[in-house]
């Protein structure tokens, strides 16, 4: 998998490229998120357009960094996920939990713009 | 005293005659001195040509020496370090090379349609010309090996390869079988080599595996050459004794055949042991057998023992009617590799994108979860994947060694306590989308079914 991180107007932008399932690259997101917090980064977007698989050990991460956040009073959004990862989302409630858009105007909204 | 004219005439010639030959004598001493000193140069420059001669004589055959090292490790980099480990069967190997560089090669090979695939071969003469052709060979054998279980089509493609490439008067002799190891059934083609010997540790009896066939790779065959498949049903404990034909004609001391008779009967007096012991005593059987007379060709012995997968069977929550395919896995690594095996299976059942997609989560939970929860992600552990797809259901099994778990009280992931928790989807996302979903007591082995179309 391949991770990409980026920062503008106080949010820390994450895009995730392939499949999250393996011990290394669940690392290396947990490690994306670290060093947004360390930076008083609290709004974190999770880029999962070219997020091609997931499986429960990368759904428990995102669960995991969802209560991570929300400590620290920050926001966890799920930007525009591939129709089977939302699947996969869905049936494990995060839909019910989770800020998960579809557009970049549901984005900006999101993220109070 | 007064010399008269005559005889004063007289001395004066022969005194001349004395000093012409004087003169002459030494003309002809220059000239040999000359001669002389040109043939010790010309000695010299002779001598320093032989042994600038010597000199590079002696390196050339450092250099060929080097060369035939250098093929000698490529070619024992042919033969497979580790034998795969498969299901039902153990295996052990032993090559005794004759000289530096020699044509023979086995291999296992488990097929894409996870058969497993015992090859042996043999490249007449022997040098680098015979290497070339192993090594040729042996990526031929690979390639055919990947597209089809059939070993005479296997054969067949070989020998249509190699007849192109081989312009001299080589050729191999193969043996190649393709065991199915639910069933135990070996499919098996000769290709002019020795027939391999199975004991039988019921009755101590050996039988032949004869058949016919052509060699492979002359180009005088490339129109005429036929191979067939035979099958023969195998029984746990067997053991097949494959071999290359060095072994059988190492000489003894009065220039008597060790023999295919006496391999035979040290066969059946050895074939109790262990396969390495077992091994080890027929090398040692034929080396009494020549006293230390020099072998003439090199040779090899693959062993195979045939083990009960019954008792996995049993387990899997398939039958033997079902003809499941089995597949090892011992780490996550492997877990694509899997996956695509069976999601290729889905795919030409006409299983949907969808449902491909699905599928392929319920693979990567059910593996995960023998790997790291029930074996401890221990490498030398193995969980046993057992799969049929037809296009009316796609079954999956996974036993894993571990002691199993609870499977009947596990946590609902959707629940406000347990929407955070970092775990505890895996059997949730299972049981959602597969149609049937089954533990075995003991909760080590899971099994999962979807029905084309759904339920």
Redesign the interface.
């Known amino acids: 998998m391949e991770i990409s991180c980026s920062t503008s107007e106080n949010t820390g932008y994450i895009a995730l490229i392939g499949q999250l399932?393996?011990?290394d690259d669940l690392v290396a997101v947990d490690d994306a998120v670290e060093k947004y917090l360390k930076q008083k980064i609290t709004n974190i977007v999770l880029d999962i357009d070219r997020l091609s698989?997931i499986?429960?050990?990368g759904?428990?991460?995102l669960?995991?960094t969802?209560?991570k956040i929300t400590e620290q009073n920050g926001k966890l959004i799920l930007f525009n996920p591939h129709s089977?990862v939302l699947e996969?989302m869905v049936?494990?409630?995060f839909d019910?939990?989770m800020t998960i858009v579809k557009t970049q105007d549901e984005l900006n909204a999101a993220l109070n713009k | 005293m007064t010399l008269n004219k005559d005889r004063l005439q007289t001395y004066k010639q022969r005194i001349y005659s004395l000093l012409s030959s004087c003169k002459r004598y030494r003309d002809n001493y220059t000239a040999l001195l000359e001669k002389s000193k040109k043939t010790e140069k010309l000695l010299e420059e002779r001598s320093r040509s032989v042994t600038e001669l010597t000199y590079k004589l002696g390196r050339i055959h450092s250099e060929l020496d080097d060369e035939m090292e250098t093929a000698k490790r490529i070619q024992e980099g042919l033969m497979p370090k580790e034998l795969p480990e498969a299901v039902n069967l153990r295996a052990t190997a032993i090559y005794i090379p004759a000289g530096k560089v020699g044509g023979d090669l086995y291999d296992i090979i488990i097929t894409p349609r996870q058969k497993i695939a015992i090859l042996i071969f043999d490249v007449s003469g022997h040098g680098i010309p015979a290497a070339l052709i192993t090594a040729m060979a042996k990526m031929l054998f690979a390639n055919a090996i990947e597209k089809s279980d059939s070993p005479a089509e296997v054969f067949r493609e070989v020998n249509k390869q190699l007849c192109n490439f081989i312009k001299t008067e080589q050729y191999l002799t193969a043996f190649l079988g393709v065991i199915d190891p639910v069933k135990n059934m070996m499919t098996y083609s000769r290709a002019g080599h020795v027939p391999p010997l199975v004991f039988n540790t019921q009755t101590s009896s050996v039988t032949k595996l004869d058949s016919k066939g052509f060699f492979i790779g002359h180009s005088a065959l490339l129109n005429i050459a036929e191979y067939w498949n035979n099958d023969v049903q195998l029984a746990p404990d067997d053991k097949i004794l494959f071999y290359t034909d060095g072994l059988t004609e190492g000489c003894s001391e009065d220039g008597k055949l060790y023999g295919a008779e006496r391999l035979r009967d040290a066969f059946i007096r050895n074939g109790s042991n262990d396969i390495k012991i077992l091994l080890d005593k027929l090398v040692e059987d034929q080396e009494s057998f020549r006293q230390g007379t020099p072998l003439r060709d090199d040779f090899t012995l693959l062993c195979v023992e045939i083990q009960d997968s019954t008792y996995l069977l049993t387990d899997s929550g398939f039958t033997r009617e079902d003809e499941p395919n089995i597949l090892l896995v011992s780490s996550l690594s492997e877990i694509e590799k899997i996956c695509s095996i069976i999601l290729r299976e889905l795919d030409k059942c006409g299983y949907g994108d969808k449902t491909i997609k699905q599928y392929k989560i319920c693979i990567f939970e059910m593996i995960t979860n023998a790997i790291l929860h029930g074996n401890n992600n221990d490498p030398s552990k193995k969980a046993v994947v057992f799969y049929k797809v037809t296009p009316i259901s796609a079954s999956m099994s996974v036993i894993d060694e571990g002691d199993g778990f609870d499977y009947n009280n596990l946590p609902d992931p959707l629940s406000p306590e347990n929407r955070m928790k970092d775990h505890g989807r895996g059997v949730f996302l299972m049981r959602h989308y597969f149609d049937e979903v089954l533990f075995n007591t003991k909760g080590n082995r899971i099994l999962g079914r979807k029905y084309h179309g759904g339920k």
């Open positions: 399932w393996q011990k698989f499986n429960s050990a759904l428990g991460l669960a995991r969802h209560s089977s996969v049936i494990s409630g019910l939990f």
